[in-house]
Each structure stands twice: as structure tokens, then as C-alpha cells.
Nanobody
Framework: QVQLVESGGGLVQAGGSLRLSCEAS????????MGWFRQAPGKERDVVAA????????YYADSVKGRFTISRDNTKNTVYLQMNTLKPEDTAIYYC????????????????????WGRGTQVTVSS
């Protein structure tokens, strides 16, 4: 069974930074596109950023472009989300997700494109 375990969430003041990590118990991790999603209370789960299996393609939601950076270390089966200049509207539960098919060419930008999910980590940004 595939497990994705997020860490690095917490409480931070506006303008601060956090780095989220997601370690996957997926033997073929290097073949899988990974993404970060977030869900605020009463809202849908939306994509924040995604990175293709080879790291050559990345996607960012407009709301985080220039502030967040997604990266991956295939030797550690880990994907990261560096979040800078955080805003109160970034407050949400952040989820790590993985595409089920290996070597996918297209980077999905909706939750339905991902088969594997972590339990999430809370990020709270105070004003």
C-alpha cells in the first residue's frame, strides 16, 4: 500500500516561510508526477503546484506563482514545497498527491488526476 506522509506545516506570521515535505513509500517514486493541493474550510481541494516525474515540468496556481517552489529528490522519495511570503489566504490543509501512472507526460492540475494521497498537514498564516 502506498503511503504519502506530509510534514513541515505549522503556524507562521504573514510574510514568513515554511517548507513542506512529503515522503512516499513508493518504490517507483521516480516515475510518478507529484503534486501539492490545499483545502480551506468550506472550499474545494485545489492544486497548488505539481512537478513531473523527471522534474522537467512544473505547474503553479496563479495565486502562488513567484512565492512557492516545488521540487523533488528522487533519491529520497520526497517532494518539497517551499512557501515564501505567506499570506493569511494561504491558510489551509496541504495535501501531497501522486499520479498513479508512471512516466505520465502531462501534469494533472485537478485532484481527479491523482491516485495517491497523504493525510495532509495544517498550515496557518496569521495576519
Amino acid at each position: 500500500q502506498v503511503q504519502l506522509v506530509e510534514s513541515g506545516g505549522g503556524l507562521v506570521q504573514a510574510g514568513g516561510s515554511l517548507r513542506l515535505s512529503c515522503e512516499a513509500s513508493l518504490r517507483t517514486f521516480s516515475r510518478h508526477t507529484m503534486g501539492w493541493f490545499r483545502q480551506a474550510p468550506g472550499k474545494e481541494r485545489d492544486v497548488v503546484a505539481a512537478i513531473r516525474w523527471d522534474g522537467a515540468v512544473t505547474y503553479y496556481a496563479d495565486s502562488v506563482k513567484g512565492r512557492f517552489t516545488i521540487s523533488r529528490d528522487n533519491t529520497k522519495n520526497t517532494v518539497y514545497l517551499q512557501m515564501n511570503t505567506l499570506k493569511p489566504e494561504d491558510t489551509a490543509i496541504y495535501y501531497c498527491a501522486g499520479v498513479g501512472v508512471g512516466y505520465a507526460t502531462v501534469v494533472p492540475t485537478t485532484a481527479s488526476g491523482y491516485a495517491y494521497w497523504g493525510r495532509g498537514t495544517q498550515v496557518t498564516v496569521s495576519s
